[in-house]
């Protein structure tokens, strides 16, 4: 009788620690400490831009935009609490010079807006651990205090892809790049402009033109000769871009080839044929990442919104150029995108111009592939460059 006495109360004494821990398991996720939050007043941020905010730097811009968006909504003083700095514009100094100087002039967190800064960045998170580095598109990332970020823009190429496929009549899109197959951002939107035209149209021939080879991203001075060049090779009657200027929407405009734009609303350059544009609303990311460091919530896990999330989407529709049909079929796939299932640009084989398999069907891009693998075109497209 008294072995049974002990056994019964070992067992209610097992149960009694049982509760005890998971009852402190439940609490401290309800109530989970905070790692060193921030007071806001006590924020510093240093904005690393690529170039100097002008009208031809759209992607700088929205995100200039949408940090002091974001600090207006957290209380943050836009004028004495960010720093601005760019970095393409000094030959003597290196990513690392500007963001160096932008930690000793008292930044303790560090939005730097280009791949290309991320071994920067790296080293830095090393050298100061009490800073915060994010980078926009890198590989890279440590456990405390270097994080990532990117936007789904390819979600809104692919819209325009729908827009394109529906509206053609000469069976020919042309999607102007500025960059060949290196730079994953540009390539990943060619590709999901031409899934675009497919599921909408596969009668519509996708045709990506690379308007500058053998520079970095933009030749300015002849743009408007490239896209002209290109809409006469591919005789398409619609076209998109991923360019930050107004020139080749007036230039396709002139052709009376209907476009879209990227980056801001274009509709003005070219009232008649502009559809729509393609935009960014970074407000969302850094009210949320500040948010996060104010509150102690920060992590270095990457970040990536797309149209669900409200970080990139598309201006205003044109409905004098889109016209009834287009209009449906692109707010259908909005809606889509928006909806708690959202939509999967590439959810068949994604296959290369040599019809290999690159990504099966149910499967994912992860992060790293979508910021920096993306070096191929997608079966289907036919590359065009200049003479």
């Known amino acids: 009788m008294k072995s049974r006495f002990i056994k019964v109360l070992s067992v209610l004494m097992i149960l009694s620690v049982l509760f005890s821990f998971v009852s402190c398991g439940k609490s401290s996720i309800i109530n989970p400490k905070k790692k060193n939050p921030v007071p806001k007043e006590n924020l510093k ?27 207006k909504a957290l209380g943050i003083n836009k004028d004495t609490q960010i720093i601005s700095k760019n970095i393409r514009n000094f030959e003597d100094k290196t990513p690392e010079d500007i963001i160096r100087e932008a930690v000793t002039e008292g930044c303790n967190v560090i939005f730097a807006l280009s791949q290309e ?72 939107s060619a590709n999901a402009f031409a899934r675009g035209i497919i599921v909408s149209n596969p009668n519509v021939k996708p045709y990506v033109y690379v308007n500058n080879i053998d520079k970095y991203w933009l030749d300015l001075g002849s743009e408007s000769s490239h896209v002209e060049y290109a809409i006469a090779k591919s005789k398409c009657d619609v076209m998109a871009q991923f360019a930050g200027t107004e020139i080749s929407t007036g230039a396709a405009g002139n052709k009376e080839v209907f ?64 016209g009834e049909a287009v209009v449906k079929a692109v707010n259908s796939f909005l809606e889509k995108f928006k909806s708690d299932e959202g939509y999967d640009v590439f959810q068949v084989d994604v ?36 003479e």
Request: hydrophobic fraction near 40%.
């Open 259 to 322: 476009c879209v734009g990227f980056g801001k609303d274009m509709t003005s350059a070219s009232e008649n044929y502009c559809m729509f544009s393609l935009v960014w609303n970074w407000s969302v990311y850094y009210q949320k990442v500040l948010g996060d460091i104010i509150n102690g919530d920060f992590t270095t896990a990457s970040y990536l919104g797309g149209i669900k999330e409200g970080v990139v989407g598309i201006s205003k529709l044109n409905e004098k150029a889109c």
């Open 117 to 188: 800064d991320q071994d920067a960045c790296e080293k830095l998170a090393g050298e100061f651990p009490d800073v915060k580095f994010l980078c926009y598109a890198s590989i890279k990332h440590n456990d405390t205090n270097f994080g990532s970020f990117f936007a789904k823009m390819y979600e809104a190429e692919f819209l325009a892809g729908i827009a394109a496929g529906t509206k053609s009549t000469a069976n020919s899109a042309l999607f102007i790049a500025p960059d060949y197959k290196t730079d994953s951002e540009v390539t990943l």
């Open 351 to 386: 296959k290369d111009t040599y019809a290999e398999v690159m990504l099966p069907a149910g499967e994912d891009y992860t992060y790293e592939q979508l910021v920096s693998e993306i070096n191929y075109y997608i079966f289907g497209i036919d590359l065009l460059l200049p």
């Open 45 to 71: 941020i240093g904005m690393i831009y690529n170039y100097p905010l002008s009208n031809n730097s759209v992607f700088d811009t929205y995100h200039h935009e949408g940090v002091e968006a974001a600090a």
